[in-house]
């Protein structure tokens, strides 16, 4: 599966808090802080920009899915 190219970081934060149990922390300049505590605790950041580059967003993708432990294609079916 190809990752989006169209995706906002708005889009990937609704994304990551709706399915992924990660909440948004705060935000510094245009980026978006997330946090989870499932499994363990785990800070993310996510750039508030339209679109998202596919390189960034790779890296945000294969971070959650180390972290929480699931294949990288079920994390770009949510998004």
Do not use: F
Request: proline letters at 8%.
């Amino acid at each position: 599966m190809k990752l989006p190219r169209d995706a906002s970081g708005r889009d990937v934060v609704k994304a990551l808090c709706r399915d992924w149990a990660y909440r948004v922390v705060h935000q510094v300049g245009s980026h978006v802080i997330l946090q989870t505590e499932e499994p363990l605790p785990h800070r993310l950041s996510v750039p508030d920009h339209n679109p998202i580059r596919p390189g960034t967003l790779n890296s945000i993708v294969r971070d959650v899915a180390r972290h929480k432990g699931v294949d990288r294609l079920r994390i770009m079916q949510t998004l």
